[in-house]
Structure formats: structure tokens, C-alpha cells
């Protein structure tokens, strides 16, 4: 059965701290990994990643693929309160339309 | 539209009714899915339609809950005879295509009393 695990489930830090997420994944034909936060409601898309070891930036976000070993890294550098969120990991199939989504790691920011 | 649309952003209802939840993609993308999402729990995915097709609805929770879309475009997800436990947020998401970026809207949270 396909799945998508994603840890830690919740992480709380300071104001300043760098963080990285974790998402390992079990798939047959992988198509791509898919990163997302979800403040309030939406999930809104931050990354989408098809090939290992190439970074993608936006910020002081960053994330990287290892398709060798199944997992996907989201950091997070000197974090702010407004990256408060759940972020959600999702990895897309070749053979469907189907996303297969993590349950999310809820972060929390303390100033 | 800019983004996807849904209404309303909040519905309260008594148990037993029906209720009918509308998604307003984004002008040209093709496919459109419906996920719930219950306190503190992931996406549960509810259904897909490609165009006006709905190749899956296996997702679907129970028979009272069913789905159109009309003109490649607008959605409607409706529950018939609301139960407590239909109590979560439903997400709409549309993509160009299939296994593309969804983008999703700001949800519905259904309150069943």
C-alpha cells in the first residue's frame, strides 16, 4: 500500500531557530513530492520536487529529494512566528491522478 | 477566477438536513478534487473529476454524499441527511492536470448539530 509519513507530528521552537521536517515515503511509481503549508484552512503550495539532490529555494525555505532513499527535507532558517503552520508532504503517481498525502507536522513558533 | 472558490466558508446545520457545498475552480484547469479534513486529522481524498467525468468516487464516505460538476467548471459536493460525524472542513483543489500542482481553496468548515 502506498503511504507518506511524515515526522515529527509536532515540533515547538523559538523565534530564530532553523527546523527541518522530515518526509519518508513507500510508493510504486513515483512521479513527484509535493510540500505545502496550511495556515487556517488552504494548504498553499510551496515546492514540488522530481529529481534527487537538487535544492529548491524560496526564502528561508528551502527542500531537497533523495529518491534512493525515499524521503524529502523541508528546512526552515531563522524561523519566524508567521511560519506557524502544519506543513503537509504529498507525493504524486505516474499510473494516477491521485495525490498521496502525510498527516502533516504541525509547527509552532514561540517568540 | 485568480483562485479557487468556495461556498460558503462556513455552514452550520442541523442533523438530518441536506446540505450542498459549491467549489468554483480555476478558469482552465481540468481537474478538480474534493478532500475532508476533521480536526487534527490529514486530507482524506473524497473524489476526482477530469472535465465533467468522475473516474473515482470511491473516496466518498457513504452514499448520501455525491458529487457534480457541470461544464468543466463549477462543483457541487452535497450530503444528504447530515450526520455529526460529517463534521469537518471540505477542500476543493483544481489542476491543469492530472498529477499536476493542485491548488486549493479556502474550504468549507460544515458544522453538524
Known amino acids: 500500500e502506498d503511504k507518506v509519513v511524515q515526522s515529527p507530528l509536532s515540533l515547538v521552537v523559538h523565534e530564530g531557530d532553523t527546523v527541518t521536517l522530515n518526509c519518508s515515503y513507500e510508493v510504486t511509481n513515483f512521479r513527484s513530492l509535493l510540500w505545502y503549508k496550511q495556515e487556517k484552512k488552504a494548504p498553499t503550495f510551496l515546492f514540488m520536487l522530481?529529481?534527487s539532490g537538487i535544492e529548491k529555494k524560496s526564502g528561508r525555505l528551502s527542500s531537497i529529494l533523495d529518491k534512493k532513499e525515499l524521503f524529502s527535507i523541508l528546512n526552515i532558517t531563522a524561523t519566524q512566528t508567521g511560519d506557524s503552520a502544519i506543513y503537509l508532504c504529498?507525493?504524486?503517481?505516474?499510473?494516477?491522478?491521485?495525490?498521496?498525502w502525510g498527516a502533516g507536522t504541525k509547527l509552532i513558533i514561540k517568540p | 477566477g485568480a483562485g479557487v472558490s468556495q461556498s460558503p466558508s462556513n455552514k452550520v446545520t442541523e442533523k438530518g438536513k441536506d446540505v450542498e457545498l459549491r467549489c468554483d475552480p480555476i478558469s482552465g484547469h481540468t481537474a478538480l478534487y474534493w478532500y475532508r479534513q476533521s480536526l487534527g486529522q490529514g486530507l482524506e481524498f473524497l473524489i476526482y473529476?477530469?472535465?465533467?467525468?468522475?473516474?473515482?468516487k470511491s473516496g466518498l464516505p457513504s452514499d448520501r454524499f455525491s458529487a457534480e460538476r457541470t461544464g468543466g467548471s463549477v462543483s457541487t459536493l452535497t450530503i444528504q441527511r447530515t450526520q455529526q460525524e460529517d463534521s469537518a472542513v471540505y477542500l476543493c483543489?483544481?489542476?491543469?492536470?492530472?498529477?499536476?500542482?493542485?491548488?486549493f481553496g479556502a474550504g468549507t468548515r460544515l458544522s453538524v448539530l
Open positions: 483543489a483544481s489542476s491543469p492536470g492530472q498529477g499536476n500542482i493542485q491548488y
Open positions: 522530481t529529481s
Open positions: 504529498a507525493v504524486a503517481l505516474l499510473s494516477n491522478y491521485q495525490l498521496i
Open positions: 473529476f477530469q472535465g465533467n467525468s468522475a473516474p473515482d
